[in-house]
């Protein structure tokens, strides 16, 4: 089996690289590295601009740095990240120009890989290509995703104080840069933007080369530093937040996938096993339901902040027969909003109605078995059909490409581990895998054998740790298989049959009888 990586925007950094550790732990198991002094860096930063996103779990990060090369002989400059940012990595893409919006339109991405770990000046170090090697001054945006940077505060509450519920942020305003002595220049102008879900701030705090404003009703705080860049870097700037947070903090602690291929059903079956979890303050006392529902009625902000009581998962286009079952059994509080409308529905509406275009994706709406407060958990099975025309194609005789997402993707809902477990039909073989990121585990000796298989069907498992809506990408999978494998299936029923029919003639030829009249 071979693997490529589609996407070479995307650095992947393996769990031997983001390795947690303390500020004074010697990290022996790293790629030491050592960052060039003041005069040796290849590049330094003249502008500093960084929105920071903490509403929710996810923490989404926007860097657009103005850089000047310091020689044209430099074809790579060295982006910092400090250890508290690095193990808590989910993506990193790094673009060329000043990018709003992540990977827009016009934005070229820059080749990016792991250099090594300065424990010195302790920080993790990127080498990042130089966009323009014919220029000595380059605009760059860094966008990245981030899990657990921020922890509920406080850690308990009761049912009934849900508008109390908040998330504690800190981090160093320079982001590693602070680090590296020289690193951004004395007229550098740095801005920092730190996003809260609401205008609702309980505490912040700015240091000493800082200054932090908030506008009247607005949910930005902005820290614009009020010294020049050589005294930012002389100690870590280090902010923090205290703000309400109006939503649950759920995150899905292990999401299995499995894919079935069946090339005679013409389907392709999709499960996926979901733990559900809520992270946010945990229950303090006992659950009621007569007061959550009171809750609910009364529509008081914030009452239901800490609780989960519904989630909508976003299917492909094209998806029929969806369950949804837990460890009790079938839970029927859920509906399904397919992308196209059954035909029976079609024709009750009137003739200029009939003309409906299909949907990009199909929702299904669940509501689970009780309310999830702070603390709990949900294990529970959601599972659905696609024609395999829509995501299974053939290009040459015997050469499929199929085509799957790597897991359905719940709004601002991180997944800690996702694994994907792709059955290929029996006879596949010369199977090539392609994805837009780097797995943390990719195998592809595993074989499974159900219903009526013989010699089982080659499958293939994708790990992949701290995803979030960037990893709920399509997944490619080519493969090659012989047409007469398609009869191995009826030769083996027809084979079985065979020799039951010889074994039931074998048995009535046989005289049963003791001794002789």
């Given amino acids: 089996m071979r693997w490529k990586q589609i996407s070479l925007a995307t650095v992947a950094l393996s769990a031997e690289w983001i390795t947690r550790v303390s500020s004074e732990q010697v990290v022996l198991d790293l790629i030491q590295f050592s960052v060039p002094s003041k005069d040796a860096l290849p590049a330094h930063v003249t502008s500093y601009q960084r929105t920071i996103d903490v509403a929710g779990t996810i923490t989404r990060e926007q860097l657009i740095l103005h850089l000047k090369r310091t020689q044209k002989t430099h074809t790579k400059w060295f982006l910092p990240v400090e250890p508290s940012r690095a193990s808590n990595l989910s993506s990193m893409e790094v673009y060329e120009g000043e990018a709003k919006k992540s990977g827009g339109p016009g934005n070229r991405g820059l080749k990016i890989e792991p250099a090594g770990f300065d424990s010195e000046k302790g920080v993790h170090v990127i080498e990042v290509e130089w966009p323009n090697p014919d220029n000595d001054k380059a605009v760059v945006t860094i966008n990245s995703h981030f899990l657990g940077m921020t922890a509920p505060r406080p850690k308990s509450l009761a049912q009934d104080e849900g508008a109390q519920q908040g998330l504690y942020w800190e981090g160093d305003l320079l982001a590693g840069f602070g680090a590296i002595q020289g690193s951004i220049t004395d007229d550098a102008p740095v801005k920092i933007k730190v996003k809260t879900p609401t205008p609702r701030i309980f505490q912040k705090y700015a240091p000493s080369g800082f200054v932090v404003q908030q506008t009247s009703g607005s949910n930005l705080v902005?820290?614009?530093?009020?010294?020049?860049?050589?005294?930012?870097?002389?100690?870590?700037?280090?902010?923090?937040?205290?703000?309400?947070?109006?939503?649950?903090?759920?995150?899905?602690?292990?999401?299995?996938?499995?894919?079935?291929?069946?090339?005679?059903?013409?389907?392709?079956?999709?499960?996926?096993?979901?733990?559900?979890?809520?992270?946010?303050?945990?229950?303090?006392?006992?659950?009621?339901?007569?007061?959550?529902?009171n809750a609910i009625y009364m529509r008081a902000p914030g009452s239901t902040a800490h609780v989960l009581t519904g989630l909508t998962l976003e299917l492909p286009q094209g998806a029929t027969s969806p369950y949804y079952v837990d460890t009790i059994g079938n839970v029927s509080t859920s509906r399904f909003r397919p992308s196209m409308p059954s035909t029976a529905a079609i024709g009750k509406q009137p003739s200029k109605f009939k003309k409906i275009k299909e949907a990009k994706s199909s929702k299904l709406e669940l509501t689970p078995r009780y309310p999830i407060a702070g603390g709990w958990n949900y294990s529970f099975t959601v599972g659905y059909n696609l024609e395999a025309g829509r995501v299974l194609k053939q290009n040459q005789p015997g050469q499929y490409i199929l085509k799957v997402p790597f897991f359905t993707n719940a709004l601002d809902v991180p997944i800690d581990l996702a694994t994907m477990r792709v059955r290929l039909p029996e006879g596949a073989f010369n199977i090539e895998v392609y994805t837009p990121f780097a797995p943390t585990e990719l195998r592809d000796d595993l074989v499974d054998k159900t219903y009526l298989d013989t010699t089982g069907r080659p499958t293939i498992s994708i790990k992949k740790v701290r995803c979030t809506e960037k990893h709920a990408e399509d997944i490619y999978i080519a493969y090659s298989r012989a047409p007469m494998v398609s009869l191995q299936k009826p030769l083996a029923i027809a084979g079985w049959m065979m020799t039951l029919f010889v074994m039931a003639a074998g048995f009535r030829r046989f005289d049963w009888k003791i001794g002789h009249h």
């Fill in 222 to 293: 902005t820290y614009t530093s009020n010294t020049s860049g050589s005294n930012l870097t002389d100690e870590p700037q280090v902010a923090h937040l205290h703000f309400f947070q109006p939503f649950p903090l759920m995150v899905i602690g292990n999401l299995t996938r499995l894919v079935e291929v069946s090339h005679w059903g013409n389907n392709v079956a999709i499960e996926d096993q979901i733990h559900l979890e809520n992270r946010g303050p945990t229950l303090k006392g006992s659950f009621s339901r007569v007061v959550h529902h």
